[in-house]
C-alpha cells in the first residue's frame, strides 16, 4: 500500500445562530463576535481535510481557488444560491472548482444536495456528463423529479424505467452503474463526474459491495463526489480513494444540524412523555430515572410480566390493548392534537404504508403525497429514512430493537442519527421531536449510547461474488481481473493499515 500525504485538519468557523454576517474561511485560532456557547448544536463549525498522492501537481491560481489545504473559490459561480452557504457548503464547492474529489459527511437534512447540484451544474457548464447514483430506486425516482426542475437535460435510469438515455445528467441507482462499467459502456468515457449519494451505504451486507466495485471500476481521470451521513473513519475512506485512483480526495465534515432535536421516550403500557436528550444535546438523568420508575410501578400480568413487558410492543401491530386504545393511536394523536404534524412513525415490521415491497406506482404516491402535506402521518421501514428527501416535524420509533438477519439488536447509533435526521423541517420547525417507544427497563448506558452515541465508522463488506466473477470473465473485456479488484478494494486498504498497526505495536 502506497503511502499518501495527509494535510493537517483546518477548522471552518462557527457562526451562531444569531450571527449570519460571513461565510469566510478563518484559521482555526481566530473567532468570531457573538459566538454562543449556550447552543452548541448551531454552530455552523466544520472540519476540512485533503488526502494527496505523491507527486501531485497542487499548481492552480491561488487567487481563484486558494490553496490545497485552504481551498476558497472566487471566480464565476456555476450556479448561485437564493441563501447564504454554510461553511462546509462553501469549502466543498471550493473543492469541486479545483476539480478534485470530495467526501461531505454531514448529519441529514444539512444541505449536502446543494454541493451535489453544483458538481452537476460545473458538469453542464464545462460540457461533461455527469451520473449522480443513489441506493434506492425510490430516491433516484425523487432526485430525477427534483433535478428536472433545475436542470434542463436528465435522465433516469433504475431498472424499471429509463428515460432520455442519453442525456447529459443521468440519475441511476448503483447496480446500473456497475453494469454500465462491466460492459465498458461508451458513456462512461463522456463522464466528468460521479456522485454517490448515501455512500455510507457501502457497509451494508448484501448491497455494499456494489458501491465498492463501481469506485474500483472508475477510469481514474473521473472525478467523484460522496455524500454521506456521519461517519467517524471519513479521512480513512478518503485515503483509499487516493491510493486507490492518484488523486487529492477532500473531507469536509461537520456535524451542524440545521435544526436541533428533542428525544422524548414513551413507556408502552405507561403514560407521559420524558425528555431524555434536550435540544441542547443534554442526557436528563433525572427523566430517565422516572421513566424508570413507572415500569416497576406497573401492574403484573396474569403470567408474571409487568404491563410493559416484551410482548406489550406485540399490541402496537394488533392495534388495541386491554383498554381498547393502542399505545401507538395516542402518540400519534397527541401529536396531531399539539400540531406537531407532519409525522414518520417507523416501525422494523412490514404492517406499514410504505416499505420497499410496494409496488413501485404506489410507493411513489404515498411519497408524493407526503411531500405535499396530504398524508399528515406515515408509518414506514427504515428504507424510507435512506436520502429520500421527506423531512417531518415528529418521528416516531415503535421499537428501539430490531431484526438483521442474526439477532433482535438493539437499533445501532448510525441508524438512529439516519432515522431521527428525517425530525425537523429546516427553516420552518424550530426544533424536531423524537418519540422513542420502549417496552421493557433499559440501561442508561444503551440509550446514551443510541441517541448519542458516535456514527458508526465505515467498514467493508467486500465480498467476491459468483457475479462478479463471471463479469470479470465475460463482460469486462479484460481489463480488470479478481485479483485487481481484490487487491484494490476498501476491504484489502483497511485490512493493510490494520497489519501495519499491528507490526508498528510489535516492534515497540
Given at each position: 500500500m502506497e503511502e499518501v500525504e495527509n494535510s493537517s485538519k483546518r477548522k471552518a468557523p462557527e457562526l451562531s445562530s444569531e450571527d449570519n454576517s460571513s461565510a469566510a474561511v478563518l484559521d482555526e485560532q481566530q473567532s468570531l463576535p457573538g459566538l454562543t456557547a449556550k447552543r452548541p448544536n448551531l454552530a455552523r463549525s466544520c472540519i476540512h481535510e485533503v488526502t494527496v498522492p505523491n507527486g501531485y501537481d497542487m499548481s492552480k491560481d491561488e487567487a481563484v481557488h486558494g490553496t490545497l489545504s485552504n481551498p476558497a473559490f472566487n471566480g464565476e459561480m456555476a450556479k448561485t444560491y437564493p441563501f447564504q452557504l454554510d461553511p462546509f457548503q462553501s469549502i466543498s464547492i471550493a473543492c469541486l472548482e479545483r476539480n478534485e474529489s470530495v467526501l461531505v459527511s454531514a448529519h441529514t437534512s444539512a444541505g449536502k444536495t446543494a454541493i451535489a447540484e453544483y458538481a452537476i451544474a460545473m458538469s453542464f457548464r464545462d460540457k461533461q456528463r455527469v451520473i449522480y447514483t443513489s441506493p434506492l430506486?425510490?430516491?433516484?425516482?425523487?432526485?430525477?423529479?427534483?433535478?428536472?426542475?433545475?436542470?434542463?437535460?436528465?435522465?433516469?435510469?433504475?431498472?424499471?424505467?429509463?428515460?432520455?438515455?442519453?442525456?447529459?445528467?443521468?440519475?441511476?441507482?448503483?447496480?446500473?452503474?456497475?453494469?454500465?462499467?462491466?460492459?465498458?459502456?461508451?458513456?462512461?468515457?463522456?463522464?466528468?463526474?460521479v456522485i454517490f449519494d448515501e455512500i455510507h451505504y457501502m457497509k451494508d451486507r448484501e448491497r455494499g459491495v456494489v458501491w465498492e466495485e463501481s469506485i474500483v471500476f472508475l477510469p481514474p481521470a473521473i472525478k467523484m463526489v460522496f455524500l454521506s451521513a456521519t461517519m467517524s473513519n471519513a479521512t480513512e475512506f478518503a485515503e483509499w480513494i487516493c491510493n486507490l485512483h492518484k488523486q487529492p480526495c477532500h473531507v469536509v465534515y461537520t456535524d451542524f444540524r440545521p435544526t436541533p432535536l428533542q428525544h422524548y421516550v414513551f413507556p408502552i403500557g405507561g403514560s407521559g412523555l420524558y425528555l431524555v436528550v434536550d435540544e441542547n444535546g443534554q442526557f436528563r438523568e433525572d427523566n430517565f430515572l422516572k421513566l424508570q420508575d413507572t415500569f416497576a410501578k406497573q401492574p403484573s400480568q396474569p403470567d408474571g410480566r409487568k404491563g410493559g413487558g416484551p410482548k406489550a410492543s406485540g399490541r402496537i401491530a394488533k392495534g388495541g390493548n386491554a383498554s381498547g386504545t393502542s399505545d401507538i393511536y395516542r402518540i400519534v394523536k397527541m401529536i396531531m392534537d399539539r400540531k406537531f404534524q407532519p409525522v414518520i412513525i417507523f416501525s422494523f415490521s412490514r404492517r406499514e404504508l410504505h416499505h420497499s415491497g410496494l409496488l413501485p406506482l404506489i410507493k411513489e404516491l404515498v411519497e408524493l403525497l407526503f411531500q405535499e402535506g396530504l398524508v399528515k402521518a406515515l408509518f414506514a421501514t427504515e428504507t424510507f429514512a435512506m436520502g429520500l428527501n421527506m423531512p417531518a416535524k415528529t418521528v416516531v420509533f415503535t421499537s428501539v430493537k430490531k431484526w438483521d438477519g442474526d439477532s433482535n439488536r438493539?437499533?445501532?447509533?448510525?441508524?438512529?442519527?439516519?432515522?431521527?435526521?428525517?425530525?425537523?423541517?429546516?427553516?420552518?420547525?424550530?426544533?424536531?421531536?423524537?418519540?422513542?417507544m420502549i417496552d421493557e427497563k433499559m440501561e442508561m448506558s444503551v440509550i446514551k449510547d443510541m441517541v448519542l452515541g458516535k456514527p458508526a465508522p465505515l467498514i467493508s463488506t467486500f465480498r467476491l461474488s459468483y457475479y462478479t466473477i463471471l463479469n470479470l470473465l465475460s463482460r469486462a473485456e479484460g481489463q480488470f481481473t479478481a485479483e485487481h479488484v481484490i487487491r484494490n478494494s476498501f476491504h484489502q486498504f483497511q485490512y493493510e493499515k490494520v497489519c501495519i498497526r499491528t507490526s508498528y505495536r510489535c516492534l515497540s
Open positions: 430506486k425510490a430516491l433516484s425516482n425523487q432526485k430525477y423529479r427534483e433535478l428536472t426542475q433545475e436542470f434542463s437535460d436528465v435522465g433516469l435510469m433504475t431498472g424499471d424505467v429509463t428515460l432520455q438515455p442519453n442525456a447529459t445528467c443521468l440519475v441511476m441507482t448503483t447496480e446500473i452503474l456497475r453494469a454500465m462499467l462491466y460492459r465498458g459502456s461508451e458513456v462512461i468515457k463522456e463522464v466528468g463526474w438493539y437499533i445501532a447509533s448510525g441508524e438512529y442519527i439516519q432515522m431521527s435526521g428525517r425530525a425537523g423541517r429546516r427553516g420552518m420547525d424550530a426544533r424536531g421531536i423524537c418519540v422513542i
